[in-house]
């Protein structure tokens, strides 16, 4: 089976810039190379054959990067002309796939899931969008899942500092780019506040706990966090 991953990696990084000032947050230096170079490791490592980057943020230091340290993969790059959101710019990388189903994985977090894993549950569930799910104890950063046994997801929760542990979205999905495409009527959205969380019930969403290594580099504390552990 041919696979086709978007990575998002357009983010200008703003939590970020004391510690890793004039870098978008991909190509962060992670234990001497870019999280980038783990990220696109990962997707090789899982069978990907081709990458779309969808990049804003100085595009064109990753456009080099790529060139440079990874010319031999089967790559493209989708430039926004203006920041579109994540929802807007996985709209525009995903008119670029061939492929029905297409994995998309954030450029500033590291979750090594079993991708073979994940296209079975969407298959199985035929489900529209299928997401790596992760088990956090204090997620104060991130909002967390409500989901029944099947794994169909029924909300989105809002961040709030006084849950405990969660459920948390992993940043790793599996998408059908047809339905995802189907009745856009905005060009510039987020994906998490003015897609997913919108009328939750009513999609074919459902995730898939794994227990594997998660390590978002949004914040300076987790970035630091990273060039150890990884």
Not at 13 to 27: E, F, I, M, Q, S
Not at 53 to 78: M, P, Q, R
């Amino acid at each position: 089976m041919n696979k086709e991953a978007i990575i998002l990696a357009g983010g200008f990084g703003t939590r970020l810039k004391d510690t890793v000032p004039d870098l978008p947050k991909c190509l962060a230096p992670v234990k001497g190379q870019p999280l980038l170079y783990y990220i696109i490791t990962y997707l090789l490592d899982s069978g990907v054959d081709k990458i779309i980057f969808s990049l804003f943020y100085k595009s064109e230091l990753v456009i080099k990067y790529i060139k440079d340290e990874f010319s031999f993969i089967n790559y493209e790059f989708v430039i926004e002309e203006s920041a579109l959101g994540t929802g807007g710019a996985l709209a525009l990388a995903l008119n670029k796939s061939k492929n029905n189903n297409v994995v998309v994985i954030n450029g500033d977090s590291i979750f090594k899931i079993d991708l073979d894993n994940l296209f079975q549950f969407h298959n199985e569930k035929n489900a529209s969008f299928s997401i790596g799910l992760k088990k956090m104890i204090n997620p104060i950063r991130y909002g967390t899942v409500t989901m029944q046994e099947s794994g169909k997801i029924l909300n989105f929760n809002e961040k709030d500092q006084f849950i405990r542990d969660g459920i948390i979205n992993g940043g790793v999905y599996i998408i059908n780019k047809n339905i995802f495409l189907q009745n856009l009527n905005l060009s510039t959205f987020s994906l998490e506040t003015d897609y997913l969380m919108i009328d939750t019930v009513n999609k074919n969403i459902y995730g898939k706990i794994f227990e594997n290594y998660f390590i978002d580099i949004g914040i300076p504390a987790d970035y630091l966090k990273a060039n150890l552990e990884l």
